[in-house]
């Protein structure tokens, strides 16, 4: 647990660290995307501006696709471009080159497209109450106990929803494709999480045209949190046809409002809840979850959300009697993709607002009531697989006593009798599962390359990007820090599917929990096997060895099954737990929540670099800040959508004091971090919101206008 | 037309469509990529360069703008020994993630550490908040200024 700097910071501060857009290639030229701004339609006809020079731009349509117009993962449902018909707002159906800028955008305005409207499903509520645009599989959990509800059971029943989030990267999406007509390879320079998802799909719409795509990521990834899982699989897929077409380099990069517009968000849902509560025992008997999900137009990766939210919907409590029935549906509007937590911010969202909601019917502190119900070791979940650690409650109990919750508690209330504006506090808590669900690690199968050249300097190849996590740094440590290497001789290698073999993408809080753990294993079985005690001394002295290549596999834990039909056993090999409490100022005149203070206590397992990992703690915790309270999309009308002037993320001044502490740093695992300190503090904002006016929300974000409208109208849950 | 300026201690002198983005000409025409695009309506802060004594966004300036003024990039404030600083502070704390934000916020804190200094965290989270970062929650940023702010003063820098 050692504050290795980052060895990019100092060049991306004074700008010499290379982003996409700080790329040129001789000849290059650019391209923009043509996207539908209709709904859902037929395309009837498609007029360009007279005044240009149609032969000086390069225009791709589905037409031109060689290979097949499927984006061939995660689900293969999506065409890279619309044919005939768009199916949402944002559907790309053209791609056009040129070789300056501002004539593109010029022309690229003036194009009209005449559309067939169709009826369309652009509104959230639509989509989600409507059963008939259920479309995917249905996922069910079921693990229903005979038991028989007493009639003084209380029933506690809510309707959950989260809105649309954005990813706000600060680098919109962007590629730079080079056709090389002599060997037949697309070289892509791209911005994004997973490039073998990029080489994939590339080969897919390319088809018999090339023989290889090539994809090699930009040196600085500008931020990601998901939003570069998918998408750029769409952009990569589009720029090379245009490349291929004009023959020249063509670079793509959105600007911001088309970036808000067209790309993927998080997943709107709602989530039902019913629950069955002994007002004896104080304890949750039975708890039935309908878990759904605004999809967007295509399935894409919305089927894997929909796994890992069904799978943490029932939060840390040990409930005898518990049904999950999780669906996708169906909307006009772009796909909805990865994005931080995947899924579990919406299942917390509602679990623990839930959890404070049947506490006040029975009268009792959400903590109290929390620790009666969390489950304990030898519990199990709602999958089957059994509780064996009882980290969660040390989380939940470390973080009270901290935060000085009761005593707080105590003060507010008073303090709140005598004031309009009110002071609250609220908890939640939560985990997450490292790595794909159930046998996806098994399935992806990861594989690294080492080379460990004549001077002892050790080259580490793997498809994992940099996209400011600090993964680079992180993963090159583990290995030096394993055999005690010097930290100048270790190096991450920037990703290239030519040279880097496949270790899987950069996402499901996977990369230091699969693959750092690889080469942290990798590096101490070397040194057993070659018996040194100094690596550098070994190569010295063994030259005629080296340079030496070394090829490194996955190896699934054997005791690790799960029934990817049945949802049963295990989903997940470690989890990460978490609790938080958050401290809210409400300013009753202006309905205004204000953020005073977020409590983190975390159980990661080893942390490896512990300034690294509070700097995701941070940022994790800001962004559900923006999603409990600012952070909202246009439901009807995604045309609308500019930029940062309609879409407000948290800025300086809005910043909390944040306090973290991670617990057990001893363990020998370092698991899964990144998407947790997402998931957990907005429910915990929600409740002290609770806490200090006692309106129950079910809807992020509590803008001033939807708590104005609460009060003024208690029943109307929604806008 | 001709527009003649200082940029980063230097006359330079260029001849542009004066309607040019700021931000394009010394992208484009001088190579300086560390003024990044991340919004293109002056509300995100990454192309933060010190115009006239004051951090503006240049993509909300036209190369016009420019004729006779005093510019100082990102590149420009990392030759500073107050930018020095900064970078060492930044680097420090580990508070750099994807980082595409921070030659902004590097040339927001450097007006800052010259025209005030004051260690003061309120004051620090107002000279930063025209700088938007998605990657941080901004505590390690604040750290990183407040840090270089005390060493101004303690004479340690």
Known sequence: MRDIRKFDARPKLDGSWKFLDDITYEGMIYGQLLYSTCHHGIIKKIQFPKDFELNEFTIVSAKDIVGKNLVPEPEPDQPFMAEDKVSHFGQIILGIAHPSKRTLISFIKQIQIDYQELPAITDIEECLENEDNVFGREIIIDHRREIELESNWIHSHEIYYTPHQEHAYMEPQGIISIWNPADRKMFVKATCQCPYFVKHAVEAIMGKAINEAVIETSEGIGGAFGGKEDFPNVLAGITSLLAYKSGKPVKIMLDRADDFKITTNRHPSRIELHTYTDPATKKIMKLNVDYRLDAGAYQTLSPVVLSRGVLHASGGYNIPDVYIRGRLFRSNTPSNGAFRGFGVPQALAAIEAHADKIASQLNMDPYDFRKTNIFKVGNEFPSTQKITENHLEECLDRVVQKSDYRKKLQEFKEWNVAHKDKKGIGISMGYHGGGYTGNGEKILNSKIKIIIEKDAKVKIFVSSTDMGQGAHTTLAQMFFEAIKHPREKCWVQLPNTSKTPDSGPTVASRTIYIIGTMLQKFALKIKDEMGFTNLEEYVASHQSDFPREFQIKFTPDPTVSFDDNNFRGTAYKDYSWAACVSEIYYHADTYQIELKKIWNVLDIGHPVNLKIAEGQVEGGNIQAMGYALTEFFYKKDFGRMQGFTDYSIPLSLDIPEIDIEFIHTDSDVAKGLGEIPMDYPAPAIRNAFHNAAGIFINEYPLTPERIFKQISSPKNHRI | ?157
């Open chain 2, 1 to 157: 037309m001709k527009i003649n300026f200082i940029l980063n201690k230097e006359a330079v002198s260029i001849d542009v469509d004066p309607m040019k983005r700021l931000l394009d000409v010394l992208r484009e025409d001088f190579g300086l990529m560390g003024s990044k695009e991340g919004c293109g309506e002056g509300e995100c802060g990454l192309c933060t360069v010190i115009y006239d004594n004051k951090p503006v966004t240049s993509c909300i300036l036209n190369a016009i703008h420019a004729d006779n003024k005093e510019i100082l990039t990102a590149e420009g404030v990392a030759e500073e020994p107050l930018g020095k600083l900064l970078i060492e502070c930044f680097d420090e704390t580990n508070a750099v993630q994807c980082g595409i934000c921070f030659p902004g916020f590097l040339v927001s804190s450097y007006h800052y550490l010259l025209t005030d200094g004051e260690p003061v965290l309120e004051k620090i989270k107002t000279a930063l908040s025209g700088n938007i970062c998605r990657c941080t929650g901004y505590k390690k940023i604040f750290e990183s200024v407040l840090l270089a702010c005390q060493r101004k003063k303690s004479g340690e820098a």
